[in-house]
């Protein structure tokens, strides 16, 4: 038989990252002597969220990663395999920002006052997996100058801090938005089938509470779409 190395692995991407892993082979012939065919075995995914450069994998898309090893044992063709579990974790602070913004969401009260008024994307919307970068606008009433936008899943936790008041005025108080870069949103989608987002608003000059919008989900289309 074909053992593969490790079995079952997780793989972090950090901020949109791509990351890497390398793999062995061992041959166990019926004998039960054991011999590295690592060098002589071809790896190959069963998804298209990461590539093989010899035994070295690298994943750039989040979720569950199968690996199939082929190895040739004289006249018999030998099959191993592995599962490789793909996370993508990062957040993100806009410059003009105190780099410890995330601090004013972590631990904070909700405060039902505070909370944005989520604009684009509508309800029900499906998105394409192609659709490049990932915008998210929001109108808030209250006194919130710096928001958080998430973007989560099964194997996705990737945050985005950005100043309020960036929008256009004739959409409402204090218009905002923010965009997950397209590196950032095809890292997400990988093969899951949907994700959820959600802004939450706090006010940098009174810290201590946060307004929390209703997480919405996000349907991916099944395959890119063109036009």
Known sequence: MLVVSPATST???????????????????SSGSASDVTAE?????????????????TAASAG???????????SNTLFG???????LQGARVDPSLDPNTPSLFTGATEDPSRVPAIVYPAVGTIMPRNIGDFEVHWTDASSNNV???SLEGTYVDLRVYVPGGNGNAAAGPDASWTAF?????????????????????????????????PLQGVDLSNEDMNG
């Open 41 to 57: 075995t071809v790896f190959t995914t069963g998804e298209p969220l990461g590539t093989f450069a010899g035994a070295m994998l």
């Open 181 to 213: 870069t397209p590196d950032e949103w095809a890292a997400a989608i990988g093969n899951a089938s949907n994700l959820t987002y959600r802004v939450r608003g706090a006010d940098s000059n009174m810290p201590g509470t946060v307004g929390s919008a």
């Open 11 to 29: 793989l972090v991407l950090v901020d949109g990252s791509a990351a890497s892993e390398p793999f062995t082979a061992t041959w166990i012939d």
């Open 64 to 74: 569950d990663l199968p690996i199939i090893a082929t190895y040739e044992a004289g």
């Open 81 to 87: 395999s592995a599962d490789v579990t793909v996370k």
């Open 147 to 149: 928001f958080e936008v």
